[in-house]
């Protein structure tokens, strides 16, 4: 994610790393991205200091006190240095001076994906399920349960969310890349293959007009 008011600047922050083949969400202000954090799962945020509504500084508070793991590369002007101390000390894990070159944000990007990748524990443990999101392997006790690649990659991304509502178009976005072309509305047979694959061991709620809950 990218949040960043300088209408240019985001356009070409956004152009270069979905050339590379990042899916990158832009928003302009601090209270829409707030709100998007909230709600989504993101593997990295880009975040301008100066923003209208809510702050950058206060957005990093706000994550780090739900206990966001969630790596942040601050991105702010070179003269505002000194909050290059207060956004590292509140939380930030990577700050840039603008101008910059696009390659360095991308290498900032991709180091800070290493990190955050290496240091995430693997195993995930629902009821009596355990995942593991590196191997891709899901056993019930010592049985290995048999699921397709996007089965697997549904029941994932509702694994990451648990007690919050996924939208069908979340769903989709943690299981496609830009050019796969999936229809929304395939993702009700994937749940509901899920959810006879799975039978007790999963409780996933359908949320009318909004989309899933897995408690
Ligand atoms: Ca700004």
Not at 48 to 66: C, T, V, W, Y
């Amino acid at each position: 994610m990218l949040i960043e008011d300088n209408k240019i600047l985001a356009e070409g922050i956004y152009k270069n790393l979905k050339e590379i083949g990042y899916l990158v969400d832009l928003f302009n202000d601090g209270e829409l991205g707030l709100y998007a954090l909230e709600t989504t799962t993101y593997d990295l945020l880009i975040l301008d200091l100066g923003l209208p509504i809510i702050d950058g500084i206060e957005i990093i508070k706000k994550l780090r006190k739900s206990k966001h793991a969630l790596p942040i590369l601050v991105i702010s002007a070179r003269d505002k240095l000194d909050q290059k101390i207060l956004g590292l000390e509140t939380g930030a894990d990577d700050y840039l001076c603008k101008p910059f070159d696009m390659e360095e944000v991308i290498a900032r990007v991709q180091a800070l994906l290493r990190r955050s990748k290496n240091n995430l524990t693997h195993i995930i443990t629902y009821n009596d399920l355990t995942y593991n999101t590196k191997t891709f392997i899901l056993t019930k006790g010592n049985t290995v349960i048999e699921l397709s690649k996007r089965e697997l990659k549904i029941f994932e991304c509702l694994l990451q969310n648990q007690n919050a509502i996924v939208s069908k178009e979340n769903i989709v976005e943690h299981i496609t890349t830009m050019d796969d072309d999936f229809n929304p509305t395939a993702v009700e047979t994937y749940i509901s293959r899920l959810r006879k694959k799975l039978g007790l061991s999963i409780n996933i709620k359908t949320v009318r007009g909004l989309g899933y809950i897995m408690n």
